[in-house]
């Protein structure tokens, strides 16, 4: 971990203040606190540590972490799993932050492409590097919006959400479908500190969303391997869709998202008709992405 570790810093920070001292088992005396959540010899208490060493450890100190310790915060501090990995993955003492570089492109590989295209009823995209949308199928297109017209750097799942006006209009719960993928993206950032392009993302969309910026700035992260989310598509309606998020066994950093409906369900017609006026298949894909 490098001397003046940032995103340790304010994970952990965010972390301690989101937690009530009694959901933690402690007990207080009611009113007694100026600022929310747990205070910094709390912490260190909870997981068996010096409050000196907690101190500099959440000011992103140059200290040699072992993992007991770091499950032991995450312990007191209640992570789930995954913020659990996020933390070990924010303490490696490799991370070099603030060198960015650019990121390979990725493409996706032929055989990928003919079987997103393949599929008729569902709609399906295979997904990248920080949300990049590396190809989609017609009813995908359809149904989000055609990734495949815009300019390459700009497809991209927390782009379209943020930046394109009909994405606010779309997803019923935008608020918490946009607040997750953030999330998602502040996942991926524990494990790339050093990409170029999360990092231009980052700040376009800080500099034009005020949401987008409070949310990244809360530190939330988010793994979607399934789920589910209602939209308000203008042609078909309102449709419930659940989500699968698949990792390419050759290549884990490109996922196949299929969305699914109930059988039987309206949202399942809703589908059918969109799919019945969506074009056919184009040839998409198969350059590969920067």
């Known amino acids: 971990m490098s001397e003046g570790n940032t995103e340790l810093r304010a994970f952990l920070r965010t972390r301690r203040a989101r937690l009530a001292p009694e959901d933690a088992g ?3 005396q009611p009113g007694s606190r100026r600022v929310p ?3 910094r010899e709390e912490v260190a208490r909870l997981a068996g540590v010096s409050t000196d060493y907690y101190i500099r450890l959440e000011r992103g100190r140059n200290l040699n972490v072992s993992e007991s310790v770091l499950t032991a915060l995450a312990r007191a501090l209640r992570l789930d799993e995954t913020e659990r990995i996020h933390l070990l993955t924010l303490a490696k003492p490799q991370r ?8 390979p492109g990725q493409r996706v590989r032929p055989g990928l492409s003919r ?7 569902v709609p399906a995209l295979v997904i990248g590097r920080r ?7 017609a009813l995908a297109r359809a149904l989000y919006t055609d990734f495949d017209a815009l300019p390459r750097r700009e497809r991209n799942l927390v782009r379209f959400l943020f930046l394109d006006t009909a994405a606010r209009q779309l997803y019923v719960d935008w608020p918490e479908a946009a607040r997750s993928a953030v999330a998602g993206l502040r996942l991926y950032a524990g494990r790339n500190p050093d990409d170029a392009q999360l990092a231009e993302l980052v700040d376009e969309l800080s500099a034009r969303d005020g949401d987008f910026r409070r949310w990244w700035a809360d530190h939330d992260v ?4 399934y789920g589910a989310y209602r939209l308000r598509h203008p042609l078909v309606g309102e449709l419930t869709l659940n989500y699968e998020a698949l990792a390419h066994t050759a290549d884990p950093e490109q996922i196949l998202a299929l969305h699914t409906a109930e059988p039987g369900s309206s949202a399942e017609q809703a589908l059918r008709r969109l799919a019945s006026w969506s074009p056919a298949p184009a040839a998409n894909g198969l350059s590969t992405h920067r």
């Open 222 to 225: 988010h793994r979607h391997s």
């Open 115 to 121: 079987t997103l295209n393949a599929l008729t009823e």
């Open 131 to 137: 949300c990049d949308v590396l190809a989609a199928n």
């Open 96 to 103: 070099s932050p603030s060198s960015h570089r650019f990121m």
């Open 37 to 39: 959540g747990l205070r």
């Open 26 to 28: 402690l007990n207080t």
